[in-house]
T-cell receptor
Framework: NAGVTQTPKFQVLKTGQSMTLQCAQD?????MSWYRQDPGMGLRLIHY???????DQGEVPNGYNVSRSTTEDFPLRLLSAAPSQTSVYFC??????????????FGPGTRLTVL | LAKTTQPISMDSYEGQEVNITCSHN???????ITWYQQFPSQGPRFIIQ?????VTNEVASLFIPADRKSSTLSLPRVSLSDTAVYYC??????????WGAGTKLIIKP
């Protein structure tokens, strides 16, 4: 199993540009989520999904869109990039949404810089 | 609202035992408490989890008192490779995940 994969690893955008961060998992996990991690800070939840066709907002959803058309894929779209979105983005998945007892598997992250 | 508190940073020396405590309140009564480790430029990875009392695996121990208002991650005989950020994770009554802010552990030779 490849686990959770994310592309790209690095990205530089100009203010106002849009882009999609890709996330895929091959573990047949129901629950997938996106986090951002700013320097010296913890993880903040952007959006999550409990299954194909079902998404919901997390703590910091503004400026981001998600969709979940398949169990495997959960892309994150930046609609109009802003410097405040400069961060490292992590995708995670777990078997289902059962709280902390469900092990979260993280991807390697995408480091995004918005100029 | 569930909330977690853990120290921002700690340092220790190789060969020592390190204990990191996370305080948490209003957590789901039937959920576990889980700890993750994160190295630079990587995503967090699972270390250990427990419900109450003591759990031990090949890398760590986890102590959870009966009131479950805190948990202590214990790393025995640390080495330089244990330098990382450690996060506690709990769930609230709505299965929302509540991450601690992370404890940056630095191990010195």
């Amino acid at each position: 199993n490849a686990g959770v994969t994310q592309t790209p690893k690095f990205q530089v955008l100009k203010t106002g540009q849009s882009m999609t961060l890709q996330c895929a998992q091959d573990m047949n996990h129901e629950y997938m989520s996106w986090y951002r991690q700013d320097p010296g800070m913890g993880l903040r939840l952007i959006h999550y999904s409990v299954g194909a066709g079902i998404t919901d907002q997390g703590e910091v959803p503004n400026g981001y869109n998600v969709s979940r058309s398949t169990t495997e894929d959960f892309p994150l779209r930046l609609l109009s990039a802003a410097p405040s979105q400069t961060s490292v983005y992590f995708c995670a998945s777990s078997y289902h949404r059962g709280g902390a007892k469900d092990t979260q598997y993280f991807g390697p992250g995408t480091r995004l810089t918005v100029l | 609202l569930a909330k977690t508190t853990q120290p921002i940073s700690m340092d220790s020396y190789e060969g020592q035992e390190v204990n990191i405590t996370c305080s948490h309140n209003n957590i789901a009564t039937n959920d576990y408490i889980t700890w993750y480790q994160q190295f630079p430029s990587q995503g967090p990875r699972f270390i250990i989890q427990g419900y109450k009392t003591k759990v031990t695996n090949e890398v760590a121990s986890l102590f959870i008192p009966a009131d479950r208002k805190s948990s202590t991650l214990s790393l025995p005989r640390v080495s330089l490779s244990d330098t990382a950020v450690y996060y506690c994770l709990v769930g609230d009554r709505n299965y929302q995940l509540i991450w601690g802010a992370g404890t940056k552990l630095i191990i010195k030779p």
